[in-house]
C-alpha cells in the first residue's frame, strides 16, 4: 500500500516489490495543476524501479479530473509514457460510482482510445480486487510475450 496520507500530502505514491507494481492513491479532491505534479512523480518512480509498466491508482476520493487534463493525458502524456518505459503501460484506476457514470462518457473513452494508439491502457474498476486481477493478468500476458521475443 502507498504510505498514509498527511495533511500536506493528499496524493502517495510507491512501489511494491512483490507485486512489481506502483501503487499510487488520492487522498481527496485535487486540482489540475496538482494531478500534472502526481503524474511526474508517477513517472520518476516508474523509471526507479526498472521502469514499471503495471500500475494500481486508488482515485476514490479524488474529484473527475477536468476535460483539459483528459486531452493532456491522451495526446501528451500517453505517448510520453510509452516512450520512456519502452513498453506498454497498464493502469487500473478503482473508481467511485460517482466515477462510474463518467467514466462511460464520450470524452474518456476519447481519451482510452488515444491512449490505446500509444500502448498505453487506462482502466477503470469499482474495486481492488478486479483492479488487481486485471494487472496480474496484463502481466503474465506482457511476460510471456517478452519469452517469446514480442515486444
Do not use: K
Request: one cysteine or more; glycine letters at 6%; aromatic letters at 12%.
Amino acid at each position: 500500500m502507498p504510505p498514509p496520507a498527511t495533511a500536506d500530502r493528499l496524493f502517495t505514491c510507491a512501489y511494491d516489490a512483490v507485486r512489481r507494481q506502483l501503487l499510487g492513491c488520492w487522498h481527496g479532491p485535487t486540482t489540475e495543476a496538482e494531478l500534472y505534479e502526481h503524474y511526474a512523480e508517477l513517472m520518476a518512480l516508474a523509471e526507479t524501479h526498472g521502469n514499471c509498466r503495471f500500475w494500481q491508482l486508488d482515485m476514490v476520493a479524488r474529484n473527475w479530473p477536468a476535460p483539459a487534463f483528459g486531452r493532456w493525458f491522451g495526446n501528451e502524456f500517453a505517448p510520453l509514457a510509452h516512450a520512456a518505459l519502452r513498453g506498454p503501460l497498464f493502469m487500473a484506476y478503482i473508481v467511485s460510482p460517482a466515477h462510474a457514470a463518467q467514466a462511460g462518457i464520450t470524452a474518456t473513452q476519447a481519451t482510452q482510445h488515444n491512449c490505446a494508439t500509444c500502448d498505453v491502457y487506462p482502466f477503470f474498476f469499482d474495486n481492488p480486487t478486479d483492479a488487481q486481477e486485471w494487472l496480474a493478468h496484463q502481466q503474465a500476458h506482457d511476460q510471456g510475450a517478452r519469452h517469446q521475443g514480442q515486444p
